[in-house]
């Protein structure tokens, strides 16, 4: 296939990322640990479809004969490796059989092409692609959020085309009509966090001491851009104070696109029209704090399953409020926490409440999906009032700390207030957490 041989070629200059150690906190035993994926992605706008190759390290115990990857709709052309024996497709999960082998550590390589109806999205006039939250769907991987790698993106795109990804951008290639960005991000993050988004668009830039802001759209003027995330410097300043762990990467990107709103790490998507609600109100920045905030909590300090999502979300939800009330007030605090609790009080009428700790999360509601942000978020307000302002920014700050780059349940987050206040936090978390 050409897109095949052309993404061969360019692969072969690529420089490939070593071994390193993996946090294995929340992996089970004999659980596969994915070190780094070193994809090579070509996306073609005119039939909305991809064409990958990607490079996965892993560690397994050699007792184990197979293993299994998420897929989504994806086409497998070839799977290749040293230990690899054979390869089978059912459903959205690609297993792998392994012959016999004396390491834990081990590499293959999956060459692959569909069109992905979800994870991805393609838009044509203007032409522009973006992915949201479902890597699978663009990149075979262990989805699970416990499961943290190292990542390497090599996008290929159409020449004149501007391009962001997870990582820092580490060298652009120009061959003929193409494009070729080469990202590198040098920490684990869960592959849910991974992305990329590529579009003719206007760009505005931002440098504030260690960390260069860049904003991204098709249609606003940069004019328009540094407006409407003129607060973005303070937000990250805000979080670092709050988290005590400074902003990591050298770069933090945020794109007016399409219909979503998706952290991913070191950029986010944010819906194009919301641009225009900031423009008129410029008290309406919660969707940009929010994303801003899962650089702390959900992209590096993770939920170890889905069921302590709240731990994501409830977090970045809370921290927007938190953000309000350091810039514009305790009313706009005060204001988002009643609209949090109109929210959750809604769905108790409907009688649909549950634990924030979820038995599991399959196919959540909407108003599942609004407990674990509204909700957690009402219960983060709660736990402040409980242990007053200053231990519980204290505590705040000692589990992120404690946590950061390891993936969390609820009894982690519990243990960490209640070490840094000296306070037994029990009674409040069986009401509201469990
Ligand atoms: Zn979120």
């Given at each position: 296939?050409?897109?095949q ?14 071994f ?8 089970l ?24 190759m990607?490079?996965?390290k892993?560690?397994?115990?050699p ?16 799977v290749?490796?040293e230990s690899?024996?054979e ?5 959205q999960?690609l ?5 016999e082998?004396?390491k834990?550590?081990n ?8 069109n992905?109806k ?7 006039a203007?032409?522009?692609?973006y992915?949201?939250y479902?890597?699978?769907h663009?990149?075979?991987?262990n ?5 943290k ?9 159409p ?6 990804a997870s ?5 652009i ?6 494009t070729?960005f080469?990202w590198h991000?040098?920490y ?7 992305g990329f988004a590529i ?8 440098k504030?001491?260690?960390?260069l802001?860049?904003y ?6 940069p ?16 979080f ?8 990591y990467q050298?770069?933090y ?7 979503h709103?998706?952290?991913?790490s070191?950029f ?6 919301y ?5 008129k ?5 919660n ?6 905030a899962?650089?702390?909590w959900g ?12 731990l ?5 939800t ?9 810039r ?9 926490i009643?609209?949090?609790?109109k ?7 409907r009688?649909?409440?549950?634990p924030?700790?979820f038995r ?8 599942d999906?609004?407990l ?11 736990l ?7 231990s519980?920014w204290k ?6 700390q404690?946590y950061?780059g390891?993936s969390?349940?609820?009894?982690d987050?519990q ?13 409040f978390?069986d009401?509201?957490?469990?």
């Amino acid at each position: 296939m050409h897109h095949q041989y052309t993404i061969n070629l360019i692969f072969s200059l690529l420089i490939f990322s070593s071994f390193t150690n993996s946090g294995k906190a929340g992996l089970l035993e004999n659980e596969l640990d994915v070190i780094s994926y070193n994809l090579t992605i070509e996306p073609d706008f005119y039939k909305g479809s991809i064409e990958g190759m990607v490079i996965i390290k892993f560690q397994i115990d050699p007792i184990v004969n197979f293993i299994t990857l998420k897929a989504g709709d994806l086409l497998i052309d070839k799977v290749t490796g040293e230990s690899v024996i054979e390869f089978k497709k059912t459903g959205q999960t690609l297993i792998i059989d392994l012959s016999e082998r004396e390491k834990n550590e081990n590499e293959i390589i999956i060459n692959y092409h569909g069109n992905p109806k979800t994870g991805l999205f393609f838009h044509s006039a203007p032409a522009y692609v973006y992915t949201v939250y479902s890597t699978s769907h663009w990149m075979v991987c262990n989805d699970l959020p416990s499961d943290k790698a190292i990542l390497s993106l090599n996008i290929i795109a159409p020449k004149g085309k501007k391009c962001v990804a997870s990582g820092e951008l580490i060298e652009i290639q120009e061959k003929e009509e193409k494009t070729l960005f080469q990202w590198h991000q040098n920490y684990e993050t869960p592959a849910y966090t991974y992305g990329f988004a590529i579009g003719n668009f206007n760009k505005t830039e931002e440098k504030s001491e260690a960390v260069l802001l860049e904003y991204f759209s098709e249609n606003y003027s940069p004019e328009e851009l540094s407006s409407i995330f003129k607060d973005t410097q303070n937000m990250l300043s805000f979080f670092e104070e709050k988290s005590g762990i400074e902003y990591y990467q050298t770069t933090y990107s945020q794109i007016l696109i399409g219909d979503h709103y998706q952290e991913m790490s070191g950029f986010s998507v944010l819906k194009n029209i919301y641009g225009n609600m900031v423009l008129k109100d410029s008290t309406e920045t919660n969707l940009i704090s929010h994303e801003l905030a899962h650089q702390w909590w959900g992209n590096r300090i993770t939920c170890k399953r889905w069921s302590h999502f709240w731990l994501n979300e409830a977090f970045a939800t809370y921290m927007s409020a938190a953000f309000n009330e350091y810039r514009f007030g305790k009313n706009k605090y005060l204001s988002d926490i009643n609209a949090y609790l109109k929210v959750y009080e809604d769905i108790k009428k409907r009688d649909n409440d549950k634990p924030l700790v979820f038995r599991n999360w399959v196919n959540p509601s909407r108003d599942d999906r609004n407990l674990v942000y509204f909700k957690g978020a009402y219960v983060l307000h709660l736990l402040r009032e409980e242990m007053g302002s200053e231990s519980f920014w204290k505590g705040i700050k000692f589990y992120s700390q404690k946590y950061f780059g390891r993936s969390v349940e609820t009894i982690d987050f519990q243990k960490a207030m209640e070490e840094s206040s000296g306070e037994n936090l029990q009674t409040f978390f069986d009401k509201w957490v469990y």
